[in-house]
């Protein structure tokens, strides 16, 4: 990150107060090639601000059984509570600022979205998984990450996954990604596109329905 970015980001995290945590899951086994790079970042994200804390962890450590992380690397954010926001694959190109936007988020406490999607998205009691499938040259794919994150921080019933397709391509074709962003819901619902709030919420109760 040149030093401009890194002056935007200082005036971005000036404006909110707070905690959050990154987790930062490497394998113990085969670690990628960028991951050192993808390390360096997360590290110069954590400076950033007071209430950022970063923990780099193996993939054998209690924590990645602890909370599940089923592939390597991944991230996970936690705010003054515990979140179920996931990166799997490192968040770079447009997903980048779905990580900023999401830190943002953990520190405020709180994503921003209507009241009225809000309040029905905490309503859910029944267990939520959603993937969604990206690339980091789409568009398109922060809108839909976003969504499902920012369900995720409401909820703690959800579960909310950034899968990088060209990492995971075996995963990508288990769900038959050929377009993205491709959002999976409990194995039941799929959808291709950003979608508005309202419609991905829609589909939610639709996986959820009957259980």
Known sequence: MDEETLEELRRIFSRVEGRAKLLFFKSSSRERDYCKDLERILKKLASLHDGLELAILSSESEEAEKYEIPMFPAILIHGAEEFNVRFFGAPIGYEFVVLIEDLVDALRGRPELSREVAERVEEIDKRVWIRVFVTPSCPYCPIAVRTAHKFAMLNKNIVADAIDATEFRELAE??????????????????????????????????VQGD
């Open 174 to 207: 288990k769900y038959g990604v050929f377009a993205v962003p491709k959002v999976v819901i409990n194995d039941r619902v799929e959808f291709e596109g950003a979608v508005p709030d309202r419609y991905f919420l829609s589909r939610i109760l639709e996986a």
